[in-house]
Nanobody, 123 residues
Framework: QVQLVESGGGLVQPGGSLRLSCAAS????????MGWYRQVPGKQRELVAD???????NYADSVKGRFTISKDNAKNTVYLQMNSLKPEDTAIYHC?????????????????WGQGTQVTVSS
């Protein structure tokens, strides 16, 4: 089992900043990719940004130049620094992780989602 625990969401005014954190724990052998997705009611979940174990990053066009994803491999934690927030950034933000679990001598691929954290941008 792998658990993802997110924190850092909240209410912020337009132009403000928030920093999201997501810590992965459990029987983790390695993590290949961690990322952030967001979803609003009635719409599909969309990728915001992701980062590989090697540090390669990928961003949605709508957040380029405003959001920065980073990670701490030792802590299996990924961060999303969100600056210049806009009302259209309002959503539930979900963390995801893809990797390999290890139970004794058994290795298995995994993909897990966090429970989500609400980000609301409003004056």
């Amino acid at each position: 089992q792998v658990q993802l625990v997110e924190s850092g969401g909240g209410l912020v005014q337009p132009g403000g900043s928030l920093r999201l954190s997501c810590a992965a724990s459990g029987s983790i052998f390695s993590i290949a990719v961690m990322g952030w997705y967001r979803q609003v009611p009635g719409k599909q979940r969309e990728l915001v940004a992701d980062i590989t174990s090697g540090g390669s990053t990928n961003y949605a066009d709508s957040v380029k130049g405003r959001f920065t994803i980073s990670k701490d491999n030792a802590k299996n934690t990924v961060y999303l620094q969100m600056n210049s927030l806009k009302p259209e950034d309002t959503a539930i933000y979900h963390c995801s992780a893809t990797g390999i679990t290890q139970y004794s001598s058994t290795y298995s691929p995994f993909h897990y989602w966090g429970q989500g954290t609400q980000v609301t941008v409003s004056s």
